[in-house]
């Protein structure tokens, strides 16, 4: 962990050790593992082997959003293929703006190209 100082007061660094770094990769390769069998149940069709691994791994399915290690049009194409709603799975506030054509959303209507802005907020950068 590294302070530093900036304009606006002062910044913590955080990084991973080489330990941290190597358990966040095998994770990540086990999540990747999980999401390619999801995808093979998808593109096979049968929505009650799909409904169940998605039901015994439902806990996971955050972290692959948050790690990116999902296909988010594939997963929005799974539920309209079970007839089932994203947040039945995943709470609507872990679920990406882009995510699936929300139709609650205003992005077609801000009179904008979308530009750089993220909205403001926190600046975290993952690092990988």
């Not at 990769?25 to 691994?53: C, N, V």
């Not at 692959?64 to 999902?70: A, P």
């Not at 799974?78 to 959303?105: Q, R």
Request: aromatic share 10%; charged share 30%.
């Amino acid at each position: 962990m590294e302070e530093k100082k900036s304009w606006f007061g002062k910044k913590i660094e955080i990084t991973i050790t080489e330990k941290g770094a190597k358990e966040v990769e095998e994770r990540i390769h086990e999540l990747q593992g999980k999401w390619d069998q999801m995808s093979l149940l998808y593109k096979g069709g049968d929505k009650q082997k799909l409904k169940q691994y998605m039901d015994d791994n439902k806990s996971i399915l955050p972290t692959m959003m948050f790690f990116g290690i999902m296909d988010m049009i594939m997963f929005s194409m799974m539920f309209g293929m079970m007839g089932m709603m994203m947040t039945d799975y995943v709470p609507a506030e872990s679920i990406p703006s882009d995510a699936g054509g929300d139709s609650s959303s205003d992005s077609s209507t801000d009179g904008g190209d979308g530009g750089g802005s993220d909205g403001g907020g926190f600046d975290f950068d993952v690092g990988f």
